[in-house]
Protein backbone atom coordinates (compact mmCIF):
# COMPACT_ATOMS: atom_id res chain seq x y z
CA UNK A 1 0.00 0.00 0.00
CA UNK A 2 1.60 3.68 -1.38
CA UNK A 3 -0.22 5.10 1.59
CA UNK A 4 1.59 6.32 4.48
CA UNK A 5 0.55 9.44 5.57
CA UNK A 6 -1.15 10.67 9.16
CA UNK A 7 -3.48 13.10 7.66
CA UNK A 8 -4.77 14.35 4.62
CA UNK A 9 -4.15 18.04 4.50
CA UNK A 10 -3.87 18.44 0.84
CA UNK A 11 -2.64 17.44 -2.07
CA UNK A 12 0.15 18.71 -2.15
CA UNK A 13 2.07 16.22 -0.33
CA UNK A 14 0.56 12.86 -2.23
CA UNK A 15 2.89 11.10 -4.96
CA UNK A 16 1.23 9.82 -7.91
CA UNK A 17 1.35 6.62 -6.41
CA UNK A 18 -0.66 7.49 -2.80
CA UNK A 19 -2.73 9.13 -5.43
CA UNK A 20 -3.49 6.02 -7.15
CA UNK A 21 -3.86 3.87 -4.13
CA UNK A 22 -6.78 6.11 -2.99
CA UNK A 23 -8.28 5.82 -6.69
CA UNK A 24 -7.77 2.07 -6.81
CA UNK A 25 -9.44 1.73 -3.31
CA UNK A 26 -12.19 4.48 -4.42
CA UNK A 27 -12.95 2.19 -7.16
CA UNK A 28 -14.23 -1.10 -4.64
CA UNK A 29 -15.82 1.83 -2.41
CA UNK A 30 -18.02 2.67 -5.45
CA UNK A 31 -19.36 -1.01 -6.02
CA UNK A 32 -19.89 -1.36 -2.93
CA UNK A 33 -22.49 1.45 -2.48
CA UNK A 34 -24.40 0.13 -5.80
CA UNK A 35 -25.01 -3.05 -3.73
CA UNK A 36 -28.32 -3.51 -1.79
CA UNK A 37 -26.20 -3.71 1.56
CA UNK A 38 -23.57 -0.95 1.89
CA UNK A 39 -22.16 -1.52 4.69
CA UNK A 40 -18.45 -2.17 5.85
CA UNK A 41 -16.55 -2.43 9.19
CA UNK A 42 -13.42 -0.72 8.09
CA UNK A 43 -13.74 1.98 10.42
CA UNK A 44 -16.05 -0.39 13.72
CA UNK A 45 -15.49 1.14 16.87
CA UNK A 46 -13.43 4.21 15.36
CA UNK A 47 -15.39 7.57 16.07
CA UNK A 48 -15.46 10.72 13.18
CA UNK A 49 -15.87 14.06 14.18
CA UNK A 50 -17.11 16.76 11.29
CA UNK A 51 -16.18 20.39 12.42
CA UNK A 52 -17.52 22.28 9.48
CA UNK A 53 -16.90 25.70 10.52
CA UNK A 54 -18.41 26.73 6.63
CA UNK A 55 -21.74 25.42 5.76
CA UNK A 56 -21.48 22.99 3.04
CA UNK A 57 -24.52 20.82 2.69
CA UNK A 58 -23.06 18.25 -0.26
CA UNK A 59 -19.64 18.64 1.56
CA UNK A 60 -20.92 17.64 5.09
CA UNK A 61 -23.56 14.82 3.81
CA UNK A 62 -20.77 13.37 1.96
CA UNK A 63 -18.43 12.76 4.65
CA UNK A 64 -21.19 11.73 6.92
CA UNK A 65 -22.64 9.15 4.97
CA UNK A 66 -19.05 7.85 3.95
CA UNK A 67 -18.32 7.45 7.75
CA UNK A 68 -21.65 5.70 8.67
CA UNK A 69 -21.06 3.35 5.50
CA UNK A 70 -17.69 2.08 6.94
CA UNK A 71 -19.28 1.43 10.00
CA UNK A 72 -17.96 4.26 12.21
CA UNK A 73 -19.50 6.40 15.10
CA UNK A 74 -19.92 9.47 13.51
CA UNK A 75 -21.07 13.11 15.54
CA UNK A 76 -21.63 16.39 13.54
CA UNK A 77 -20.40 19.57 15.97
CA UNK A 78 -22.63 22.48 15.07
CA UNK A 79 -19.55 25.19 14.34
CA UNK A 80 -21.70 28.02 13.94
CA UNK A 81 -23.05 27.71 17.60
CA UNK A 82 -20.05 26.47 18.88
CA UNK A 83 -17.64 27.86 21.71
CA UNK A 84 -15.31 29.51 18.60
CA UNK A 85 -18.38 32.10 18.51
CA UNK A 86 -17.80 32.87 22.14
CA UNK A 87 -14.04 33.59 22.36
CA UNK A 88 -12.60 29.96 22.12
CA UNK A 89 -9.32 29.69 20.49
CA UNK A 90 -8.62 26.42 18.19
CA UNK A 91 -5.65 25.56 20.16
CA UNK A 92 -8.15 25.21 23.47
CA UNK A 93 -11.38 23.59 20.61
CA UNK A 94 -7.76 20.86 19.72
CA UNK A 95 -7.75 20.08 23.71
CA UNK A 96 -11.38 19.96 24.31
CA UNK A 97 -11.41 17.14 21.28
CA UNK A 98 -8.50 15.16 23.06
CA UNK A 99 -10.28 14.82 25.78
CA UNK A 100 -12.76 12.89 23.93
CA UNK A 101 -10.99 11.08 22.08
CA UNK A 102 -11.80 10.77 18.03
CA UNK A 103 -9.82 8.75 15.85
CA UNK A 104 -10.99 10.67 12.78
CA UNK A 105 -11.47 14.57 12.39
CA UNK A 106 -12.92 15.83 9.27
CA UNK A 107 -12.68 20.05 8.74
CA UNK A 108 -14.01 22.69 6.72
CA UNK A 109 -12.70 26.33 8.07
CA UNK A 110 -12.77 29.72 6.21
CA UNK A 111 -9.25 30.78 6.86
CA UNK A 112 -6.20 29.17 5.13
CA UNK A 113 -3.96 26.55 7.68
CA UNK A 114 -6.28 26.68 10.11
CA UNK A 115 -6.77 22.82 9.58
CA UNK A 116 -2.69 22.22 9.64
CA UNK A 117 -2.71 23.99 13.01
CA UNK A 118 -5.65 21.68 14.32
CA UNK A 119 -3.73 18.56 12.71
CA UNK A 120 -0.56 19.82 14.84
CA UNK A 121 -2.11 19.44 18.20
CA UNK A 122 -4.66 16.43 17.90
CA UNK A 123 -3.97 12.86 18.72
CA UNK A 124 -6.42 11.76 16.08
CA UNK A 125 -6.05 11.58 11.85
CA UNK A 126 -7.47 14.62 10.46
CA UNK A 127 -9.17 15.38 6.72
CA UNK A 128 -9.19 18.80 5.10
CA UNK A 129 -12.82 19.07 3.91
CA UNK A 130 -11.59 22.59 2.87
CA UNK A 131 -9.71 25.61 4.21
CA UNK A 132 -9.91 28.89 2.65
CA UNK A 133 -8.18 29.16 -0.32
CA UNK A 134 -5.40 26.82 0.03
CA UNK A 135 -6.92 23.40 -0.65
CA UNK A 136 -9.89 20.58 -1.07
CA UNK A 137 -8.08 17.30 -1.21
CA UNK A 138 -11.34 14.84 -1.55
CA UNK A 139 -13.02 17.26 -4.54
CA UNK A 140 -9.58 17.06 -6.52
CA UNK A 141 -9.81 13.22 -5.94
CA UNK A 142 -13.14 12.65 -6.55
CA UNK A 143 -12.61 14.84 -9.87
CA UNK A 144 -9.80 12.62 -10.65
CA UNK A 145 -11.88 9.39 -9.94
CA UNK A 146 -14.25 10.69 -12.35
CA UNK A 147 -12.14 11.44 -15.12
CA UNK A 148 -10.29 8.16 -14.98
CA UNK A 149 -13.69 6.51 -15.11
CA UNK A 150 -14.90 8.30 -17.99
CA UNK A 151 -11.48 8.57 -19.85
CA UNK A 152 -10.06 5.08 -19.18
CA UNK A 153 -7.19 7.05 -17.82
CA UNK A 154 -5.89 10.00 -15.59
CA UNK A 155 -2.36 10.60 -17.45
CA UNK A 156 -1.94 12.87 -20.39
CA UNK A 157 -5.24 14.54 -20.95
CA UNK A 158 -6.24 17.99 -21.64
CA UNK A 159 -8.15 19.09 -18.97
CA UNK A 160 -9.54 22.98 -18.72
CA UNK A 161 -10.47 24.59 -15.89
CA UNK A 162 -12.72 27.61 -16.27
CA UNK A 163 -14.35 30.59 -14.15
CA UNK A 164 -13.49 32.04 -11.07
CA UNK A 165 -9.38 30.52 -10.23
CA UNK A 166 -8.35 33.02 -7.61
CA UNK A 167 -10.50 32.22 -4.97
CA UNK A 168 -10.97 28.60 -5.93
CA UNK A 169 -9.50 25.91 -3.33
CA UNK A 170 -10.85 23.37 -5.80
CA UNK A 171 -8.85 24.45 -8.40
CA UNK A 172 -5.90 24.42 -6.91
CA UNK A 173 -5.99 21.16 -5.05
CA UNK A 174 -7.01 19.51 -9.19
CA UNK A 175 -3.84 22.21 -10.53
CA UNK A 176 -1.59 19.87 -7.94
CA UNK A 177 -2.93 16.61 -8.57
CA UNK A 178 -3.66 16.81 -12.50
CA UNK A 179 0.19 18.11 -12.60
CA UNK A 180 1.16 15.01 -10.77
CA UNK A 181 -0.39 12.88 -13.22
CA UNK A 182 1.66 13.74 -16.35
CA UNK A 183 -1.58 16.17 -17.52
CA UNK A 184 -1.96 19.52 -19.47
CA UNK A 185 -4.14 22.08 -17.50
CA UNK A 186 -5.19 25.01 -18.93
CA UNK A 187 -6.74 28.04 -16.62
CA UNK A 188 -9.09 30.06 -18.71
CA UNK A 189 -11.25 33.80 -16.93
CA UNK A 190 -10.98 37.05 -16.99
CA UNK A 191 -7.85 38.25 -15.71
CA UNK A 192 -9.42 39.52 -12.76
CA UNK A 193 -10.16 36.40 -11.38
CA UNK A 194 -6.57 34.52 -11.50
CA UNK A 195 -4.00 34.65 -9.10
CA UNK A 196 -0.89 36.22 -9.26
CA UNK A 197 1.82 34.27 -10.22
CA UNK A 198 0.25 30.83 -11.96
CA UNK A 199 2.32 30.51 -14.68
CA UNK A 200 4.61 28.98 -11.84
CA UNK A 201 2.38 26.13 -11.83
CA UNK A 202 2.95 24.65 -15.03
CA UNK A 203 0.05 25.77 -16.49
CA UNK A 204 -1.28 27.66 -19.71
CA UNK A 205 -3.37 30.44 -19.00
CA UNK A 206 -6.09 31.67 -21.41
CA UNK A 207 -8.48 34.56 -21.27
CA UNK A 208 -10.37 33.57 -24.34
CA UNK A 209 -13.01 30.43 -23.89
CA UNK A 210 -12.71 29.23 -27.46
CA UNK A 211 -8.77 29.65 -27.80
CA UNK A 212 -8.44 27.58 -24.03
CA UNK A 213 -11.18 25.04 -25.22
CA UNK A 214 -9.38 23.95 -28.27
CA UNK A 215 -9.16 20.32 -28.43
CA UNK A 216 -9.69 19.41 -24.80
CA UNK A 217 -10.62 16.09 -23.05
CA UNK A 218 -12.06 17.82 -19.67
CA UNK A 219 -14.04 21.08 -19.27
CA UNK A 220 -14.34 21.53 -15.75
CA UNK A 221 -16.67 24.83 -14.88
CA UNK A 222 -16.24 26.67 -11.57
CA UNK A 223 -18.49 29.28 -9.92
CA UNK A 224 -18.36 32.24 -8.66
CA UNK A 225 -17.23 32.22 -5.28
CA UNK A 226 -18.62 35.83 -4.34
CA UNK A 227 -18.31 35.14 -0.99
CA UNK A 228 -14.57 35.41 -0.83
CA UNK A 229 -14.82 38.55 -3.48
CA UNK A 230 -13.66 41.92 -1.75
CA UNK A 231 -14.67 43.97 -4.78
CA UNK A 232 -15.97 44.31 -8.41
CA UNK A 233 -14.26 41.31 -10.17
CA UNK A 234 -16.84 41.31 -13.22
CA UNK A 235 -18.60 44.01 -14.79
CA UNK A 236 -21.67 41.71 -14.59
CA UNK A 237 -23.19 38.20 -14.70
CA UNK A 238 -24.83 38.96 -17.86
CA UNK A 239 -21.14 39.74 -19.56
CA UNK A 240 -19.32 37.16 -17.37
CA UNK A 241 -22.04 34.40 -18.63
CA UNK A 242 -21.41 36.13 -22.78
CA UNK A 243 -17.79 35.71 -22.51
CA UNK A 244 -16.94 32.39 -19.78
CA UNK A 245 -19.88 30.78 -19.20
CA UNK A 246 -19.89 27.74 -20.91
CA UNK A 247 -22.47 26.87 -23.80
CA UNK A 248 -22.97 24.68 -26.68
CA UNK A 249 -20.92 27.26 -29.18
CA UNK A 250 -18.05 27.38 -26.75
CA UNK A 251 -17.80 23.37 -25.84
CA UNK A 252 -18.09 22.66 -29.53
CA UNK A 253 -13.99 23.84 -29.79
CA UNK A 254 -13.40 21.33 -27.25
CA UNK A 255 -13.14 17.70 -28.18
CA UNK A 256 -16.38 15.56 -29.76
CA UNK A 257 -15.78 13.23 -26.52
CA UNK A 258 -15.20 16.23 -23.68
CA UNK A 259 -16.66 15.42 -20.49
CA UNK A 260 -18.31 18.32 -18.67
CA UNK A 261 -17.77 18.71 -14.81
CA UNK A 262 -18.55 21.27 -11.96
CA UNK A 263 -17.90 20.92 -8.36
CA UNK A 264 -20.91 22.64 -7.41
CA UNK A 265 -22.93 24.08 -6.70
CA UNK A 266 -24.02 25.55 -9.88
CA UNK A 267 -25.54 28.72 -10.83
CA UNK A 268 -26.93 27.88 -14.35
CA UNK A 269 -27.23 30.40 -16.56
CA UNK A 270 -23.83 32.51 -15.02
CA UNK A 271 -20.74 29.67 -15.88
CA UNK A 272 -23.12 26.98 -17.51
CA UNK A 273 -25.89 26.71 -19.38
CA UNK A 274 -28.39 24.24 -17.88
CA UNK A 275 -29.33 22.10 -20.66
CA UNK A 276 -25.32 21.40 -20.88
CA UNK A 277 -25.32 20.80 -17.30
CA UNK A 278 -27.93 18.32 -17.84
CA UNK A 279 -26.73 16.78 -21.12
CA UNK A 280 -26.93 12.86 -19.85
CA UNK A 281 -23.95 12.41 -22.99
CA UNK A 282 -21.61 14.72 -21.74
CA UNK A 283 -22.08 15.65 -18.29
CA UNK A 284 -20.46 13.82 -15.54
CA UNK A 285 -21.58 16.20 -12.41
CA UNK A 286 -24.11 13.75 -11.00
CA UNK A 287 -21.45 11.11 -11.15
CA UNK A 288 -18.94 13.25 -8.81
CA UNK A 289 -21.45 13.69 -6.71
CA UNK A 290 -21.29 9.64 -6.81
CA UNK A 291 -17.44 9.42 -6.76
CA UNK A 292 -17.61 11.68 -4.06
CA UNK A 293 -18.59 9.34 -1.23
CA UNK A 294 -16.79 6.86 -2.59
CA UNK A 295 -13.37 8.79 -2.06
CA UNK A 296 -14.12 10.14 1.39
CA UNK A 297 -14.50 6.16 2.15
CA UNK A 298 -11.51 5.21 1.00
CA UNK A 299 -9.44 8.20 2.17
CA UNK A 300 -10.74 7.18 5.74
CA UNK A 301 -10.23 3.86 5.48
CA UNK A 302 -6.39 4.22 4.53
CA UNK A 303 -6.03 6.65 7.00
CA UNK A 304 -7.85 4.51 10.20
CA UNK A 305 -5.30 1.57 8.82
CA UNK A 306 -2.36 3.77 9.55
CA UNK A 307 -4.04 5.28 12.48
CA UNK A 308 -4.25 1.79 14.17
CA UNK A 309 -0.81 0.54 13.16
CA UNK A 310 0.86 3.44 15.06
CA UNK A 311 0.97 3.78 19.09
CA UNK A 312 -1.60 6.05 20.29
CA UNK A 313 0.80 9.70 21.32
CA UNK A 314 -0.19 11.63 23.97
CA UNK A 315 -0.64 15.30 23.77
CA UNK A 316 -0.99 17.94 26.47
Known sequence: MSFDHRHLLGIEPLSPAAITTILDLADQYVDLNRRDMKHSDALAGLTQINMFFENSTRTQASFELAGKRLGAD?????????SIKKGET?????????????????????????????AQKVNCAVLNAGDGRHEHPTQALLDALTIRRAKGRLHRLSIAICGDIA??????????????????????GPPTLMPSGIGEFGVEVFDDMKEGLKDVDVV??????????DGGFIPSEREYYHRYGLDAEKLSHAKEDAIIMHPGPMNRGVEIDGELADDINRSVIQEQVEMGVAVRMAAMDLLARNLRARPKEVMV
Open 74 to 82: VMNMAMQAS
Open 220 to 229: MMLRLQRERM
Open 90 to 118: LIDTALTLNAMHPDLLVVRHPHSGAVDLL
Open 167 to 188: HSRVARSNILLLGKMENRVRLI
